[in-house]
């Protein structure tokens, strides 16, 4: 009995205004690229950089990776453009789905390099700054292969079973493991890890981005051990299963060394963003720095009138007990001055009655 499971969309291409052909996974893909360079962006200007640097290394960074991407998809499963019976142009239709996660990085390092040295600013940092986005990136892109009904793991009777209509290329209807739907979790669960390490750590000099590959690549391993689509095995393990495993060690290992040869995080990532006003975001942070200089201010301010009220009470505090005190010395000479005169009163009586004494 069926109790629940995911439907596949019954097309992957939707017709806009009945013209305009909209592809689920080319759609996938660049709100991922939006989310990237914002979230990018945003994480950059905290770090100290301009506004709308990442946009622009990223103009070179995104056609570099995805030039890679495809590449990468070529050659590792070229057997589905350049055997008998296949058509070799279907590799440039990129838009039918068939990226590479590493030849994307790759390329888009290299693109990225070529951006940053334009702009005299370190790679590392900005490779930092984006890591996260890039994360949610692939998080969201992965729906494209839910929109081709691609790259699903085995059979499964689960109640978030995958259920598969398609029989093009050699697909077969059922109920399958959405591996692009444990992918797409775990790539959002590493984006929180990478924030929440750059935030309690100070991650610098690439870290937080080798943190995310490291952290990919632990999903990825296991990801693809479940999943059943045509792919080269050596010694028992599908290609990406091995490098996943390589690339993860790469990862670890500069980690490890950037920590001792370059620890803490770079003062600097943008030589004169700290010196120019900011538009969009970073004025926005500017605005909530001078907020809180004024609230400092004000406090400041409210301590001192403070401390002047507390001076001025104590100051007639001590008045008082000054007039007090006098008042009370006053009184004791006055008593004394009193005694004094009765004293001597008495006696003048006494002088007086011994003297009429002797008259008599």
Avoid at 136 to 153: H, M, P, S
Wanted: glycine share 10%; hydrophobic share 40%; net charge negative.
């Amino acid at each position: 009995m069926e109790i629940a499971y995911i439907p596949s969309p019954s097309r992957g291409v939707y017709e806009l205004f009945g013209v305009i052909p909209l592809r689920g996974y080319a759609f996938c893909i660049i709100i991922g690229v939006f989310v990237a360079v914002w979230l990018g962006n945003r994480r950059w200007i905290a770090r100290g950089g301009r506004p709308g640097t990442v946009a622009d290394v990223a103009v070179w960074a995104v056609p570099f990776g995805l030039v890679g991407g495809r590449l990468y998809h070529v050659i590792t499963d070229y057997q589905l453009y350049f055997s008998e019976g296949q058509d070799w142009v279907d590799a440039f239709k990129i838009w039918e789905g068939g990226l590479g996660i590493w030849g994307a990085i790759a390329f888009g390092a290299v693109g990225a390099w070529i951006g940053c040295r334009s702009r005299g600013i370190p790679l590392p940092a900005w490779a930092d700054a984006l890591a996260p986005g890039i994360a949610l990136a692939q998080a969201i892109g992965r729906w494209g292969n839910w929109f081709n009904q691609e790259l699903y793991g085995r059979e499964t009777d689960l109640p978030w079973a995958l259920h598969i209509t398609s029989s093009t290329d050699g697909r077969v209807p059922g109920y399958y493991h959405p591996t692009f739907l444990y992918e797409s979790l775990w790539c959002i669960g590493v984006a929180v890890l990478v924030i929440w390490a750059d935030r309690r750590f100070k991650l610098g000099h690439g870290r937080a981005f080798a943190l995310y590959v490291a952290a990919y690549c632990a999903g990825r391993f296991w990801i693809e051990a479940m999943r059943v689509d045509e792919a080269h095995h050596f010694l028992g393990m599908r290609l990406n299963e091995w490098t996943s495993i390589v690339v993860f060690l790469l990862a670890v290992l500069y980690i490890v060394l950037s920590a001792r040869l370059r620890p803490g995080r770079e003062e600097v990532v943008e030589p004169g963003a700290s010196d120019e006003d900011t538009d969009d975001d970073g004025a926005a942070v500017k605005l909530d720095k001078k907020s809180e200089d004024e609230d400092s201010e004000e406090k400041v301010s409210e301590t001192k009138v403070s401390e002047g009220k507390k001076s001025e009470a104590k100051k007639s505090e001590d008045v008082d007990e000054k007039e007090t005190a006098e008042a009370e010395t006053d009184s004791s000479s006055g008593s004394s001055e009193s005694e004094t005169d009765d004293s001597s009163s008495s006696v003048e009586a006494k002088d007086e009655e011994a003297e009429s004494a002797k008259k008599a």
